[in-house]
Structures are given as C-alpha cells and as structure tokens.
C-alpha cells in the first residue's frame, strides 16, 4: 500500500512539474493578432463582443451563422476572469492532457505510460507556432474538446469492468452527462466534428460487446447510451433555440443547413462545359443558371463583378494558381453568400432560407427542362464526384499525414500582429492580451515581444523542445502504425480462434488511430478537391492524438504479447 501512494504520488508530482514548465514557456507566446480576417478570427472576437454586450450574434446577416460560436462563448467567459486568453487556452489543455495520461495509467496499470504521454502532449510544438497556437482561432480551444471528448469516451465505455449495466450508470452517470456536455460543446465549436465519431463508435461497440444478458438489460443499455446523446442534444438544442429567439431560425449553423445545401448543390449539378479541378461554378455553367432561373440572374451582376473578382482573387492568391479565370471552390461559398448579401436576401433569416429554396427549385425545374446541362439532383457541400478523385485523396492523404508526421517542420516562433490599430485594441481588449506587436517593430532579443532575457531562455527551450519532439514524431508516428497494424492482425486472429476480444488497451489505440486516419483522409479530400487543407493549423486538433498513439501502442504491445501469443500458440 505504502508503494502504491508512492508511485501515485510520484505520478501526480511528475505531472504537476511538467505543467508548470510547459505553462511558463507557454507564456512567452504572445497573441498573433489577425484582425482583418473577418471570416476567422475578426468574426470570433466580434461574436464574443456581441453575446457580451446582450446582442447575442449582433444584426443578423451573412456571417452570423456562418461558424459556430463555441469558441466565442469560451473567449467571453475567459474575458470575464481577466486571464490572459492563450493562459486560459493552455490551461485546459493541461488539464485535459492530465486527465487524459491518468486515464491510461488506469487502462495500462502503467504511470510511466502516463507520465511519457503527459510529456509528449505537454510540449506539443503547435502551441509555440504563431500561425497555429497563436492565432485567435478555434483550434486552440478544439485540441482540448477532442482530447476531452476522446478521454471521456475511454472513461465510459472502455474502462468500466464487467458488472450490470444499471451500476454502471448508478456509478458514471456524472462522466455521461459530461461526455455528453463535450459532444454538444465539441459540435457548436466546429462544422466537421464528424470526424471524431468512428473513434466514439468503436469504444461504444467494445462496450456494448462486453454487456451480458441482452434480453434483460437492454432497456438499461439504452438508457445507458441515451444519458450523452440527450446531454448533448441540450447544448445544441439551447443554441438553436436562441438563434430562433433572435433570428427565426431552428439552426446553430447555416452550412448544415438543408435550404442553403440545396441552393448549393443545386448550382453545383450544371454540368461544365470543359471540366476544370477546383472550379464548381464556372462561366458557361453561370450562363445556364441565368437562363433556368430568376433567383440566379439576381446573382449575376454579383457573381460576374466585383465580389466574384474578390473572391476569385482570394482563392487564385493564396493557392498561388495563375492563370486563375474562375471562382475556386474553397472559396465559393464564401462568394455565393456574399451575392446573395448584395442582393439583398440576408436582411434575416427568413429571407435568406426562402431566396436558397426558390433557386433551389427553379434550378432544379429547369434541370427538368433540360437534362442534358444537369447531372442529378444534389444537395449537399461535397463537389460533384470526379473519377480521378480516389487517387488524388489517396495521394494528398499520404501528403497530410507525413506533415503530420513531420508536424510541418516549423520552428517555434512569434509573429507580428496584422490590421488596423482599432480592430488590434478590439482583440487586446478581449482576449486581456498581450499581442505581439504589429508591423515590423522587433522585441529587444530581435524576436517579435521578447523583452527579456527570462523569455530569451523561454524561446530557446520551447525551440529545442519542438525540435525534439519533431524528431520523434517523424519516426515514432509512423512506426506505430506499422506495429498497430500488426497487433490488429494478431488481436483478430484471437477473435477468430478464442472468440476472445481483443484487449482494452488495443481498443484505446484503434480509437485514436481511427481519430487520425478518418481527419488525414478528411483533410486529403479537401487538399484534391476544394481548398489547401494540408497544413498545421487544420490539423493542430490531431496532434495530441499523433503524440499519444507511440506510447499507447508500445505499452499496449509489451502489455499484449505475452498473453497474446501464448493464446496463439499451438497445442
């Protein structure tokens, strides 16, 4: 007993060191300050702004519902103790971390998993890059609501021993409802948050596999199962009434949203004339769109002038692509909602939802009228599939996952702040600072807000941290999944010849593998299709899963083998 408190001890004192040494170089990373970015950072802090002063997302119009407001209402209550919003940011994440690397001290019986786990995730080189950590942008609230999510996953369906499924609610109810309180917070913060669910399917099957006596307990299992899905429901459900409250729509997001899919999708059917990557809607389809519908010709002197020229601009500039004649399609949703604003139909919502039906309907009537100028009915943001799609998933996926390997190679670093003085005094103000400062003014130690030497020494040991941990990564990452698929292998010939499962540890790795394949493949698909998507701020989220697979799936093998071959070995 007395070796136990001790080694627990030891862990609890190993993390609580780590913390605070990540915590105090964190501190030396400023804010970079983006504030002419409307669509990203700008709009985060004025939504926060707006929910403060009583407004809620302020005067309704194209970008109200445009992202989701989890990380405006995070910044707000941030703003509200005078914290500075990256201590805050960094704070959770600790927590989480911690909560995280005790949970596999748990499922493993190891602290020296733990403690290696706590390590990596403590140091994540993301954290000290000025365009990922940095910035005031979701991401630096999402790795802590994935990794939360994931943890709480583990704690609910994977470490519960074998008993009645009515203890184990009687015993987890808490954790449920927060599993559930995450899922919807998780949900509000970003669009794509189905990435996460295969990794949530799988701890939930292995659960689920575990429960004797189905026939009697399945009411229990559904309760059971229902506890997180109505938490959650709650959350989303709260912010969607709000938005009806203020705006007259049921929604916490217009790109889920069925009309604004559907008038998507429905300009996005008008077959091209000559097939061009990247571009949904060129001129020639433009051209068809005018003559099948009214709703569409009210977006011509749009689409064909100067917000078509900007956004245009914006894709062809950051994508470097010239000669860039068209619309690219990261870019077109932005310009579609733009001319449908100039058009006046985003005076409220009610407006907005009846303009995307009614071009919806004549686009798709005049589809009717003409087959030929039509593939079928769509209603969705995906593009129109294209046969060399597969293959150029397949090739930017193996892309994005060695810049994950690799974690993009970037150094530790600040930034000069970008904008005007009036929005820079805006973020200042409500993220309680400090940002680095703008233009080309340089801290005494020639880089941006270092004032002394204290984060002189800051810098130079997040810099040699990040270079190790890059180092590791490159190799450690993929190695894992080399032995992962390996002990898959053994762990289903088990299942075959034992009718064994296989272990918990096994179902803790496969879940975060499965984290990590679903968003690399994700983000592949976007790199081939619409947008630059193979980058580090896109995949800031799955870094701590990248960092926590080696350790999970060394310990899980060593803990493994013995009892695995030894089930395989012939009688």
Partial sequence: MKNQINSISILWSGIAVIGVFSLWLRMAFPIHAVSWASHDDLLFVKHAVDIGLGNWLGDYNSLTLSKGIGYSLFMLVNHATGLPLKFSEHVLYLATAAYFSVTVAQLYRSRAAALVCFFLLAFIPT???????????????????????????????????????????????????????????????????????????????????????????????????????????LVVLTINTVNYAFYGTFRNNDFRSSDYQAGYGALTRIRHDNWQRYVLFPKDAREKAYEMSSAARELKPFFDGNVGQHWLAAGC??????????????????????????????????????????????????????????????????????????????????????????????????????????????????????????????????????????????????????????TLSTYALPSAFVFWVMWSAVAGLQLLRKRVLPPAAWWVASAVAAGIVTRVVLLGFLEATSIPSNNMLYLFPLVPFSLAMPPLVLWGVLRSLPHLTGQLKPR
């Fill in 127 to 233: 954290a000290w890059v000025a365009g990922a950590g940095g910035r005031v942008v979701r991401e630096g609230l999402y790795i802590s609501q994935s990794l939360l999510l994931l943890t709480l996953g583990i704690r609910c369906w994977v470490l519960p021993h074998t008993q009645t499924v009515m203890s184990q609610i009687n015993r987890q109810w808490r954790t449920l409802i927060a599993l559930g309180l995450v899922a919807g917070w998780f949900w509000i913060t970003r669009e794509e948050g189905i990435w996460l669910a295969p990794s949530m399917v799988l701890m939930m099957g292995y659960w689920l596999l575990r429960q004797a006596d189905w026939r009697l307990q399945w009411r229990a299992i559904l309760g059971f199962l229902s506890i997180p899905l109505l938490a959650s429901s």
């Fill in 317 to 470: 500039n950051q994508t470097q692509t010239s000669p860039c004649p068209e619309i690219l399609s990261g870019w077109f949703m932005w310009a579609l909602r733009d001319a449908v604003a100039h058009a006046g139909h985003y005076n409220s919502a009610r407006d907005s939802r009846a303009f995307y039906s009614r071009l919806s309907a004549e686009i798709d009537e005049g589809c009717k009228q003409r087959p030929r100028d039509c593939l079928p009915r769509r209603k969705t943001l995906l593009p129109p599939w294209h046969v060399g799609y597969v293959g150029d998933t397949l090739e930017a996926s193996l892309a994005v996952f060695q810049t994950l390997s690799t974690l993009g190679k970037i150094p530790a670093h600040t930034q000069a702040s970008e904008g005007d003085n009036k929005h820079l005094a805006l973020f200042d103000a409500v993220t309680n600072g400090t940002l680095t400062p703008a233009g080309a003014s340089n801290g005494a130690w020639g880089e941006h807000t270092l004032k002394s030497p204290r984060d002189h020494l800051r810098m130079h040991w997040a810099q040699r941290l990040t270079t190790w941990i890059t």
